[in-house]
């Protein structure tokens, strides 16, 4: 096909065709265009670069590739591009062009834009080339490009670099570059670093390999040692054959951590270490035992069938010959999958999943051991394929202070209480054990009656292929449709019968409905989980580019004709409103209402930022990713005129808008009615509205709602309370809570109340509390700090911003103590409520500066700052002589810098004479620059 292009056509149009419809077309101009390898091909396919389909996109990468040197420098000016697909893909031609990019790369680290040459340090440690090694040996002088510069170090893997990443402590560099002359200092930080860097070290050492595996081995067996967990995990990555006798006998060590991790260290070492495993099989311990057969199982070498069936056939312990049994399915799938003869259609298959509510119980795990390749390790505890080796601990983060039935852990799993195991138990379902586990309430107690729950049954892989092309409504409010492929789906016939299951790549819990029909009829009602049918998922088209799954050329085909169809829809909609507008006699107020519906005018978020981002110039914007723009202002300006058409016949189309509401059949015309009619801002529209309140379509309820917001009168906030309780469809809530908000009716508080106590979904709790401080009540105010005490974490950031607009000084104290919680969003919700609250929170924030938490100290000082009052220099300068906390130390040095008082000059000039932290220098340096020029 290339080559019969390249003959027949020109190379105008070859060009021509990177803009015709057909994005096949399109990909195979590209291609002819990295054939013709010609200077005058670049920048047309620099801009195909952009294109919306990634098979074209990807085309044009290789072709670029293909041209080579040419192409480098205006490679190099499109990574400035306003389109993001054109920076992200000019990056990725880069790399693939490779040593002859590297000079011209090198040369633009001297350039002042920090995002650039961020992503230039990453492509030069891609390309790999050592001609960068010395540029990002100097870059590690930096504090913040010092990260991306070791990391490219390590991909380029120069010896070069090896003092220089020591004296940085660039711990993880070092394993990647694997040079042995790093073993001592990485044994050191193994002994003496933090604890974060002795996992890092741990790791560094693995990756050496067999030079360090002697060093190792002696270090495990120095009892005095502390992290010898962590030396047995450095064993195991190594990959020796050497490593083996002292990982086996690490297996007999007192610590049950240390056997724990040297049994994974050993699942690691592989086919080699089966041999010296299966004698272990007849050790009289039953704890090395169980843990030997854990592991000859994960490692699958079939020599551990005949030892794991006799242990299985004779052991005495029965939890010994449970786990030999496990094993031994994984070595014989036939074996688990002669265990069922059921057959499983995907729409009795259920995702059991967090019902995504703050208000429940949440926790956090606490135990150190899962701090080293702390996702593999949660992984392996949720797919059961690991056997923690003492009790999980998990800790209270926010919500109730009661934990429900399900307890969700971050970074994800779950506890189940005794009620719910005892549940499964009785009605036998498979595929599921639990695991010992500490489950601690806010103030440190321990609660009883909770389990771990993991998933032992299996199916196969995810068949992206089979997921077909849908468009679905925008998961964000008000946008643009979807094109997506949807649904979960997997080969049926991999399914081990398990009631409770995973699949081979993903980590979900999959239930079947009997499990989720189960937990439904449980009385009292099981709380705290969702059970969401897989044929729910959704794919979106942009993991391609990230390799995630790739479409067939006829899935394309679909894919850009529903892109057209789309289009044209538009295109249709605004041709017919244009033709509608320009109609002088009758009021064509159905044909209107059909354009307001087809132009999606409700969506008037995304109108009112398309106009505020062309007034303020899209030439700072992405036009590519922002090419909605335009489109989007020209459809507000249709949709502006087409109210004005009613607005010149105001009381003709108050009438006829209120008769459509009430009785038309089209919802989205009766919708389109209640927005025309909240537009007119007409006082006969409020009752239409209030009985569209009772509409059975979700959209029309809405638009009633938010037309409602626009008028005046005593009944709208009383008719809002009324079906406050009733209203069930998520969208339509948040514009109650905005409506009633906007009203400041008093009588709302106790509903709203009502309401955040039972409702489960987030966004609704946060835009009632929200609601609740534009109400102004200062009634609400206890409750809105108990939600700041116990709430999750989107409910306590509204209720920092609900207790800033009250004011009320009741809130001071809890809402310094809410400083501890680790969320910076959180954080800076509550400075901002304690700037509104003003001058009575000032001594409270400088008695807080000798907190024993230090996040409450250290932004305790940055709100002091932000509220400049000068009574606080005194305090700040005393606990500046005190901390030994350098984040605390950088939010009191900003806060003086900001609060521009000269007493504070000689203490911020000693940081910037003789800290050993540089960017505490830089911090001091800036704030004296602040104070000297206020001062002048």
Known sequence: MIKVLLIMMNLAEIIKNLHHDNWRVRRDAVRALGQWADARVVFPLISALGDEEWAVRQSAVEALIKIGRTAVEPLINALTSESWRISRKAEEALVGIGKPAVEPLIKMLNCENVGIKTRIISMLGEIGDPEAVMPLIKALEDDFFRPYAAAALGKIRDKRAVPFLIEFNEVTALGEIGDPSAIPFLLTMLKDGSWNNRCLAAEALGKIGNAAVGPLANSIKNKELNNRELVAAALGKTGAKEA?????????????????????????????????LVKLLEETDSDIRMRVAEILGKIGDKRAIKPLNELFQNDLREEVKKVAGEA?????????????GNKLELEDVFFLTNPGSGRFFKAKIVNEIFD????????????????????????YVGGRLVPEDFVWVEPFFCLISERVRSLLLEHKFTGWRTFPVELYDKFGKLIEGYHGLCVTGRAGSVDISRAPIAVLPSVVPEGEPEIVKQGLYFDENTWDGSDFFCLKDRNDFLITRRVVKALQKARPAIKNWKAEPVSYVRWPLQWEENGFFFLTDDERDEVNRIRRELKEKKREAKRLAAQKLKMENDLPYIPLLHSLAALNCFEEGTMEEAAFLIDKGLGKYDRQTLSWLPERVQEREICTEIIKKFKNEEERAVNLLSHTLQSNGDEKIRAAAAFALGKLNNIKAVDPLLQALHDDIALVRREAVKALGSLCDTRIAEALIDIISLEKAVEVKWVIAQVLGKLRDSRAIAPIMEIIEKEDDDSVRSMFIEALGEIGDSRAVPFLIKILQEGGVFAQISAANALGKIGDVRAIFPLIEAFANEDSNLAASIQYALEKIGVPAVLPLIRSLGHGNRLVRSRAAATL???GDQKAVS??????STEKDPEVIVSVVQALGQLSDPRAIRALQDIARNSNVDFLKEEARMAIQKLLTKKV
């Not at 031994?328 to 265990?339: D, G, N, T, V, Y």
């Not at 080293?372 to 390790?377: A, I, P, Q, R």
């Not at 305090?875 to 500046?880: A, E």
């Open 865 to 867: 700052g932000l509220m």
């Open 328 to 340: 031994l399915s994984k070595l014989i799938p036939e074996r688990a999958s002669s265990l069922t």
């Open 244 to 276: 083996i006798e002292p990982l086996i006998q690490a297996l007999k060590d007192k610590d049950p951590v240390v056997r724990w991790r040297s049994a994974r260290a050993l699942s690691e070492l592989g086919h080699a270490a089966v041999g010296a």
């Open 875 to 880: 305090s700040l300068l005393s606990l500046l």
């Open 372 to 395: 080293f390749f702390e996702l593999k390790e949660v992984n392996d505890l949720i797919r059961g394929e690991t056997r923690p080796p003492v009790p999980i601990r998990c800790r």
